[in-house]
């Protein structure tokens, strides 16, 4: 049984908005987790073909809770995933407002399904790592569903009030960039629980990190959380201990199992 679990965010904390590479003293960072036995989660909303170009080098060292919370994978075995089915699908995307004038993504288990002409936006996903397929209507989704993801070029925090309010309550509806919403049955803090008892760390012994909204429910959850300064000033009031780097804070929480 691992002595601690750390849990981070990804985009924000380790990799600055519009980089498109993590440092090394990450991955060494990583390296120093594993031999002191303590596991190391990365929670994003990104897909998990995503992280694993990001993180290649550390891939069998880590924890990858992708899809806001919808999939946990370790050594390429997908330990868990809450989806929903294409039913459930349509009352999402029926429910987006008219105004709400977006894109869409719908995260699978293998991967992000995009429709529509919109080149810019398929290459815009594209960039990030995602596997991508294109098709024209729902109905050609063979995959179980994990994620709807809209994305809204003026600015998530405009566009969420009115979807949140237009979806049914049991969704778990958030804010996870400066553009994205994701819409989930499951979220990170849920994810995080499940994986605490998988491996046998409890809430006390788990450490998470994060800067936005989809990070609320993991840092609610464990036992020591840390925020972004820069995270938004809404969350910030909210009183969680902050931190300047989360780089330099994992490798805080590392030295104290040298001892």
């Not at 008219?98 to 815009?124: A, C, K, P, R, Y």
């Not at 994620?147 to 804010?175: C, I, R």
Request: glycine content about 8%; proline content about 4%.
């Amino acid at each position: 049984m691992p002595r601690a679990l750390i849990a981070t965010d990804v985009d924000g904390p380790l990799l600055l908005y519009g980089m498109d590479g993590i440092r090394e003293l990450v991955f060494d960072l990583v390296g120093m987790a594993s031999d002191l036995d303590v596991a190391f989660a990365l929670a994003s909303g990104r897909d998990y073909a995503s992280l694993l170009r990001l993180f290649g080098p550390v891939k069998d060292e880590v924890y990858f809770i992708s899809t806001n919370g919808g999939q946990i994978y370790y050594q390429d075995e997908k330990l868990y995933e809450s989806n929903f089915d294409k039913e459930t699908c349509r009352i999402i995307l029926d429910a987006i407002p008219e105004e709400i004038q977006s894109e869409l993504m719908v995260s699978t288990s293998n991967g992000s399904v995009l429709w529509g002409d919109n080149e810019i936006f398929h290459n815009e996903v594209r960039s990030m790592g995602n596997k991508v397929s294109i098709v024209s209507d729902l109905d050609e989704i063979k995959e179980d569903i994990v994620k709807v993801s809209v994305y809204y070029a003026e600015g998530s925090f405009k566009a969420y009030p009115a979807l949140a309010k237009a979806l049914p309550d049991y969704f778990h509806v958030t804010v996870s960039g400066p553009h994205w919403i994701d819409i989930n049955s499951s979220d990170k803090g849920h994810a995080l629980a499940k994986l605490g008892r998988t491996i046998g760390v409890p809430a006390d012994h788990t450490y998470a990190l994060g800067d936005q909204y989809n990070d609320l429910g993991m840092l609610d959850y464990a036992g020591h959380k840390f925020l972004m300064a820069d995270a938004p000033a809404d969350i910030v009031r909210m009183g969680y201990p902050l931190m300047d780097d989360a780089v330099a804070k994992i490798e805080q929480i590392l030295t104290k199992y040298k001892k």
